[in-house]
């Protein structure tokens, strides 16, 4: 899987939109991005994932760069609960569904 | 959680003994995954599985074997734990495009 870099962490007030970035300039042409999170002592929770095109759920919204070299989650309305390391992910569907997670963004939602 | 379940949730245990963590689920999905957590640590794939008795190795394989006897229930077995598998072990099944993670079971090799 290629890799990604996100930064180590981030602050957000409660109530904003959170921005998270991730680069994944190595991406290949059939690889996926995909955002989990892990709230503390948790399993990972699936947040979104897509292709090329912007994709919205109930959770975050997805932009991806035309180029397809970085993308980033926004969460609209960052609460409390969204406190979390949120994991950036590209995979190939034909690798065994394997998820690679390296490091990830901790984010801390501040009243 | 998708009908996913580990057990024991925590363990601790003495360095060469024997170890096995649950993973069952209630879904009759095809693929199973156990990984592990280690602080500061994205999570690593150790083994998983495709199907009854249909497994394969991941990036952290050594010191662990897995069984799938049946499609409800993934076994990961320690089979002489050691110090450096101290560790969270998480379970997931894929559903679709998506990976749901189980609850963790956290382990102490003392």
């Known amino acids: 899987d290629a890799k990604t870099t996100q930064p180590p962490s981030m602050d957000c007030a409660e109530g904003r939109a959170a921005n998270l970035p991730c680069n994944h300039s190595t991406i290949s042409g059939n690889e996926y991005v995909y955002w989990y999170r892990q709230i503390h002592s948790q399993g990972p929770q699936y947040i979104i994932h897509?292709?090329?095109n912007n994709e919205t759920n109930e959770m975050a919204s997805l932009i991806i760069t035309e180029d397809r070299k970085s993308s980033t989650l926004i969460l609209p309305h960052a609460t409390l609960r969204d406190t979390a390391v949120y994991y950036c992910i590209v995979r190939d569907k034909a690798a065994g569904n394997k998820l690679t997670f390296g490091g990830g963004t901790r984010v801390l939602v501040k009243p | 959680d998708a009908g996913i379940t580990q057990s024991p949730r925590h363990k601790v245990t003495e360095t060469g003994t024997p170890v096995t963590l649950r993973c069952h689920q209630t879904?009759?999905?095809?693929?199973m995954y156990w990984y592990r957590q280690d602080p500061g640590h994205g999570l690593r794939l150790i083994h998983y599985s495709y199907g009854v008795k249909d497994t394969d190795k991941g990036e952290v394989s050594d010191g662990y074997s897995v069984s799938r006897s049946k499609t409800e229930d993934f076994l990961l077995t320690l089979e002489s734990a050691t110090s450096s598998q101290t560790s969270v072990y998480f379970c997931?099944?894929?559903?679709?495009?998506?990976?749901?993670f189980g609850p963790g079971t956290r382990l102490t090799v003392l």
């Open positions: 879904e009759n999905h095809r693929y």
């Open positions: 997931a099944i894929q559903e679709y495009n998506e990976q749901f």
């Open positions: 897509g292709l090329k």
